[in-house]
């Protein structure tokens, strides 16, 4: 969150056809009238620049997640020793007088060294492989009193009504708090102001301090994001926003705080971000997140927020004389918490009162080579301090009112114990609460995730149970078989029973979502995601029955699949993992053979990738030769999130953009063009559009969005013109498949961002909006009766054909691999790219 606000619409309709192509096809900047910045992490700006190639994060794209961190049951201080990396004099820290992250380390080493008080430890490992730290300052712990703080955290979220009687705990429970600093790599001091008051809190002698110590953890993530910090951007080494994939976990460095906020349970975190030129302090604006315990969290953030406010106040710079409360301040869309994609809205799931901050001062950016340094370092210098007060003011209002936060904690885990309803909160409830900030689900009874003949995907099921269990949702399984609804459940069947504590968090992942367009006018982000509906699993709901069969817990879901007896075998491809097999086999070299659209039939030799990869195999149809598969040799000028969801699959890319190519990079050896970033036709040298139109005459190319689009207008490709919805608009949408080649078994939803829908005649329509296209999110016309979902219903939202030079083509105005979340969806981009290349 910061900078300038990007342009929430197209000014207008945009149509794209041979004839008329767009000098500019992507969402124009729009200044802001108002103090408030946004900033959509891997948004419109997806379509303007390619990614470029980086070899380790293709790496960690493939590797499996390392293991969760857990606390421990240790005492502290713990002292473990860092590693310190090598002085790294392009750090982008330097410039600006701040602490570079190689010197946070062996500031860390000296500071356990110092002081009992301190311990850090390493809980995970960014894109390219640098550690991200956890700090923990509180008062030396023996192993003893550690273990029974942990029995008490565990007392808290699994047995709420207990915790609440017991007076051990009552009293002798730490206070936690938790600091998440520089999520964002280019908004650095967070990090020089969390360090400051870890060693305030590590080296001071009086009192107050030894005391506030003796009754709270302070954990502290020093930065979340090395990759960026370092080399200044927002983004970590894999081009990912990470502060937009809570809800998805594909970067470890959200899977790294994923599991401190579950191991270390807060009652207040603070994520710490720039700059929007005033300090910016949650609660935040309507729309609210449905599934939020909302009165037990604003009752809290409001006063916390103010007393952040009167601590920047305090420090006297002219800069910090007030800060920006959304919730106070703001109109309704203008800063809201609707998505888990944050990390506070996602912290409050876990049971904490989540703020974001954003200090003030821009350093980043174009100001980060244009200011004088005498000017950076001043401002890095407030922003700090602001950053400094902001924890600080934190901390004492979770020391002052830690006995109220202690029950709110309880109160939200019982109530999801006991399955009661959401609390309607009263206007007035607290100073400016009214009918906006009202939002409110009604939970269902569970969620029921089938096994056998009646799950769509074996491996979408597995993948769908261990996201949810990875984000502390309690899963169980079925031990025997069932009915639930009048349907007939086998035994293995998974079961979400909605009477857990997180059940707000298992609901924003598992329910549909909501149409909130007519609600507010824009949104900060997307308004849309649904990891039933995008995942690709069956999921089945039950409203008011629960399951009434023997169960056991699930620590981890296995993809079972028995082979057939059969000479030849097929895999239908619906997941990520079935083509991550196919891709394995013809890595090796294996002859494949694709049967219809989606079934790749492969000998019985090839049997071990079910177990390899959790796929589930079938005995090959009889009596069709099917086409025989190449390997494509992919050269790719797509957005970051869509080459790593392409790497993710397995496929085999190179990244390219009209710069690359013409500078001249080689697409030699390469066997289809995938287009959405980055990549335009009538800006190449001629030599470089020889290179395209030859590649173009023997190969495939699959296209994604207004820059793909602007690119099958000016290349000659298919005759269909493109024609652009208003461009935030996002969502869950509903889709027909009647398309042979993303296949007619494709989900009957699939996620839009700045959707695209195409008009006329000369190829296939592979899929089409449905009547009422908008499922979840928010999508409002760019003027009445243009670009909205209305003016989508029908239309075509997939087209494939035969191009004019002869290779084939799929054009894609949905976005099947945006963040590398909708894995429900990437088969389809997967057919289209086996079938441009065969
Ligand atoms: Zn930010």
Redesign the pocket.
């Known amino acids: 969150?910061?900078l300038s606000r990007l342009a929430a619409g197209f000014g207008a309709v945009l149509l794209i056809t041979a004839s008329a192509v767009p000098a500019h096809a992507s969402a124009p900047a729009r200044a802001d009238d108002r103090g408030s910045t946004r900033?959509f992490g891997n948004g419109p700006e997806r379509n303007e620049v390619a990614a470029a190639d980086s070899a380790a994060a293709r790496i960690l794209s493939a590797a499996v997640p390392g293991a969760a961190w857990k606390p421990g049951r240790q005492g502290y201080p713990r002292r473990h020793e860092l590693r310190v990396y090598p002085a790294n004099p392009e750090d982008r820290s330097i410039k600006l007088g701040l602490i570079p992250y190689h010197d946070i380390a062996p500031r860390l080493n000296a500071l356990q060294q110092a002081s009992d008080r301190v311990s850090a430890e390493v809980v995970g490992h960014s894109a390219l492989d640098r550690d991200l730290y956890l700090v923990t300052v509180t008062a030396p712990e023996t192993a003893a009193e550690a273990a029974r703080q942990q029995r008490w955290r565990e007392l808290i979220e699994n047995d709420p009504v207990a915790a609440k009687r017991d007076r051990s705990l009552a009293r002798g429970y730490k206070t936690p708090v938790w600091i998440n600093a520089n999520?964002?790599g280019d908004?650095w001091e967070g990090t020089d102001g969390a360090l400051r008051v870890i060693e305030r809190l590590a080296t001071a002698t009086d009192a107050a301090t030894k005391a506030f110590l003796a009754r709270s953890r302070v954990y502290v993530t020093v930065t979340n994001n090395p990759d960026g910090r370092i080399a200044g951007t927002?983004v970590n080494g894999a081009g990912f926003d990470i502060?937009r994939d809570h809800a998805t976990s594909s970067q470890p460095e959200s899977r790294a705080v994923r599991d401190v906020v579950i191991g270390t349970q807060p009652f207040v975190m603070l994520d710490e971000?720039?700059y929007t030129g005033t300090t910016l302090i949650e609660p935040a604006t309507p729309p609210h997140g449905q599934n939020y315990e909302y009165d037990l969290y604003i009752r809290h953030a409001l006063p916390n927020a103010l007393g952040m406010e009167a601590a920047i106040q305090r420090l006297g710079h002219p800069e910090t004389t007030r800060a920006d409360i959304p919730f106070r301040d703001y109109a309704p869309g203008d800063w809201d918490d609707w998505p888990p994609i944050f990390t506070p809205m996602y912290a409050m799931y876990q049971g904490a009162v989540g703020h974001t901050v954003?200090i003030p001062l821009q350093v980043n950016r174009d100001l980060y080579t244009t200011l004088p340094v005498e000017e950076l370092r001043r401002r890095a210098g407030v922003n700090t301090d602001v950053a400094a007060a902001t924890i600080e003011a934190a901390l004492t209002y979770a020391d002052t009112n830690r006995a109220s936060l202690l029950a709110g904690q309880i109160e939200q885990f019982r109530r999801g114990w006991a399955g009661e309803p959401q609390r309607s909160v009263p206007d007035g409830y607290v100073p400016g609460f009214g009918p906006e900030d009202r939002y409110s689900t009604t939970f269902p009874r569970a969620y029921v995730v089938p096994a056998g003949a009646r799950q769509r995907s074996a491996p979408a099921a597995a993948r769908l149970v261990n996201h949810l269990i990875a984000h502390d949702v309690r899963v169980t399984e079925a031990r025997t078989s069932f009915t639930l609804n009048g349907r007939r459940y086998p035994a293995g069947s998974y079961v979400v029973d909605m009477h857990q504590p997180k059940r707000g968090l298992a609901n924003v992942l598992l329910e549909a979502g909501r149409d909130i367009s007519s609600l507010v006018p824009q949104m900060y982000d997307i308004s849309g995601w649904s990891h039933r509906l995008l995942w690709g699993a069956s999921v089945d709901i039950s409203r008011t029955a629960a399951p009434r069969v023997a169960t056991s817990p699930v620590s981890v879901a296995t993809g079972t699949s028995s082979v057939p007896q059969s000479r030849e075998l097929a895999l239908t491809l619906r997941d990520p993992a079935d083509v991550r097999a196919v891709n394995a086999l013809l890595d090796e070299g294996i002859k494949l053979r694709l049967y219809g659209a989606a079934t790749v039939v492969l000998p019985a030799s090839a049997a071990w990738i079910a177990d390899r990869f959790g796929v589930r195999l079938e005995a090959a149809p009889r009596g069709h030769a099917g086409t025989p598969i190449s390997r494509p040799v992919l050269a790719a000028a797509v957005a970051a999130d869509e080459l790593f969801a392409l790497r993710e699959m397995g496929f085999d890319v190179r990244t390219v953009s009209t710069a690359t190519l013409n500078a001249g990079a080689s697409l030699a050896g390469v066997t289809g063009l995938v287009v959405s970033s980055g990549l335009n036709y009538t800006q190449l040298t001629e030599a470089a559009q020889a290179q395209v139109d030859d590649l173009l005459s023997r190969g495939g190319v699959v296209t994604r969005g207004v820059t793909g689009a602007t690119f099958n207008a000016a290349a000659g490709l298919l005759p269909a013109t493109a024609v652009a919805g208003r461009g935030d608009a996002n969502g869950v949408v509903a889709v027909r498949n009647p398309g042979q080649v993303t296949g007619t078994d494709s989900p009957p939803n699939s996620f839009v961002y700045s959707p695209l829908w195409f008009t006329g005649t000369g190829f296939t329509v592979e899929q089409r909006y449905a009547e009422t296209p908008l499922v979840a999110g928010h999508w409002l016309p760019t003027a009445p009766g243009v670009g909205g979902p209305s003016q989508a219903a029908g239309q075509a939202s997939v087209v494939s054909g035969t191009t004019a030079r002869g290779s084939r083509a799929v054009l894609f105005g949905t976005e099947p691999l945006f963040r590398a979340h909708p894995k429900g969806l990437y088969a389809q981009f997967a057919r289209a790219l086996y079938w441009t290349n065969s």
């Open positions: 969150m910061d900033e999520i964002h908004e927002r502060n971000h720039g954003e």
